[in-house]
Nanobody, 128 residues
């Protein structure tokens, strides 16, 4: 059974940093692109960042580009999202997801449609 478990969420101040981790199991990690999504209260779930299984290329939403880094560790089957210079609008539940898609064909904004497995999410709250 495929399983994704997020960790690392919590409370942070504006300008601070958080490191989110996702532990994957139950599927062939190397065959899946891994993505982070987030959903703020009252808003739709949106793509934040992805790393493609086809070429390890990374993709970022404009809202986090330049202050976030996604990485994966195939040996540990984990994917990490480092977020720096946090903003109030980063407050959301962050979800890890996996899909056997070429993210380059979808883009971060549409990758949600190609995801097959989802974690339960971890809450990130940014305060001033």
């Amino acid at each position: 059974e495929a399983q994704l478990v997020e960790s690392g969420g919590g409370l942070a101040q504006t300008g601070g940093s958080l490191r989110l981790s996702c532990a994957a199991s139950g599927f062939t990690f190397a065959d899946y692109s891994m993505c982070w999504f987030r959903q703020a209260p009252g808003k739709e779930r949106e793509g934040v960042s992805c790393i493609s299984f086809t070429n390890d290329k990374t993709y970022y939403a404009d809202s986090v580009k330049g202050r976030s880094t996604i990485s994966s560790d195939p040996a540990e089957t984990t994917v990490t999202l480092q977020m720096n210079n946090l903003k109030l609008e980063d407050t959301a539940v962050y979800y890890c997801a996996a899909g056997s898609i070429d993210v380059g064909l979808y883009g971060v904004g549409s990758a949600i449609y190609g995801m097959e497995y989802w974690g339960r999410g971890t809450l990130v709250t940014v305060s001033s």
